[in-house]
């Protein structure tokens, strides 16, 4: 019953180092989503798939990218590494892309960035 | 874009004591969610409101869901030190994604 699990869980980079987040749903939901939480800032939509092979921006798209190639599994990437992206994020997944479809999350991935 | 705003940002409370977190739309929303995140822990869905004027409720968590369907609340009866944790309402924003609001953290003393 894993549900969606995220890898790593902790990371430290340094500034222009880049790194692949990983995702995994067993749920055979057809939404992914990536998002980031600061604190007091709630959480922030990165960008977001519909289904397999689709990507698209979400609110705080900039710095990162993204990618679909199977349904299961949405990669967060970042390029080069900034100190701003220093942040906890986590991975969500919904049947559908309903805004009435509860989302359910990952254990989170805590990021630094030095 | 669309955005939903919670108040308080943070609560203390002495256990025993009642909760209640505010959640305010700009605009009337199709629906609401809540969602519950421990410390250190992801976001958890509680419960999702859809009428006007809505409430239900979970144990010692009451939810309502405004006559405008504007703004929404959860309330906690007596709480208990198992409570703690910031509390998250979500409404629909553009492309039906969510919009999460800033959450309330809710510390319980024993």
């Known amino acids: 019953n894993a549900g969606v699990t995220q890898t790593p869980k902790f990371r430290v980079l340094k500034t222009g180092q880049s790194m692949t987040l990983l995702c995994a749903q067993d749920?055979?939901?057809?939404?992914m989503y990536w998002y980031r939480q600061d604190p007091g800032m709630g959480l922030r939509l990165i960008h977001y798939?519909?289904?397999?092979?689709?990507?698209a921006k979400g609110e705080v798209p900039d710095g990162y990218n993204v990618s679909r190639l199977k349904k299961q599994n949405f990669l967060l990437g970042l390029e080069s590494a900034a100190p701003s992206q220093t942040s906890v994020y986590f991975c969500a997944s919904s049947s559908t892309g309903n805004s009435n479809q509860p989302q359910h999350f990952g254990d989170g991935t805590r990021l630094s960035i030095l | 874009g669309q955005q939903v705003m919670q108040i308080p940002q943070y609560q203390h409370v002495q256990e025993g004591e009642d909760f209640t977190t505010y959640c305010n739309s700009s605009t009337t929303l199709s629906n609401i969610q809540w969602y519950k995140q421990r410390p250190g822990g992801h976001p958890v869905f509680l419960i999702q409101l859809v009428k006007s004027g809505e409430v239900k409720k979970q144990k010692r968590l009451t939810f309502q869901f405004g006559e405008a369907k504007k703004n929404s609340s959860l309330h906690i009866t007596a709480t208990q030190t198992t409570d703690v944790g910031t509390y998250f309402c979500a409404g629909p924003a553009a492309g039906n994604m969510l919009t999460f609001g800033g959450g309330t953290r809710l510390m319980v003393k024993p």
């Open positions: 798939s519909v289904g397999e092979g689709t990507t």
């Open positions: 749920m055979n939901h057809e939404y």
